[in-house]
Nanobody, 124 residues
């Protein structure tokens, strides 16, 4: 079972990035996938989650209207489109699954399979 994030990088404030999370080793289409982020010195926090049926849940008010989560079950990938990026979005971004089909609780403690993370840095 593996999740691999990609697509991070350095971008100026107001710019966009799309993160990808590629899954392998499990029946991807049956599971909800969450995106989390962790800034230096901060706790890991939930950003967005998408259920197996492609419903979506957003955890942070600060990303609503700017970030969009989506999935492609044929490719076994989940995406996080991030627009209008701000310096406070700077963090390592992780995808994870809690082995469930719905986004019941977007908290790191209930997610047990994690990717290695991808760094997103937003400069002024």
């Amino acid at each position: 079972v593996q999740l691999v994030e990609s697509g991070g990088g350095l971008v100026q404030a107001g710019g966009s990035l799309t993160l990808s999370c590629a899954a392998s080793g499990f029946t991807f289409e049956n599971y909800a996938i969450g995106w989390f982020r962790q800034a230096p010195g901060e706790e890991r926090e939930g950003v967005a989650c998408i259920s197996s049926s492609e419903g979506s849940t957003y955890s942070l008010d600060s990303v609503k209207g700017r970030f969009t989560i989506s999935r492609d079950n044929a490719r076994k990938e989940v995406y996080l489109q991030m627009n209008s990026l701000k310096p406070e979005d700077t963090a390592v971004y992780y995808c994870a699954t809690d082995d469930g089909t719905v986004c019941a609780r977007l908290h790191p403690v209930v997610f047990d399979i994690w990717g290695q993370g991808t760094q997103v840095t937003v400069s002024l």
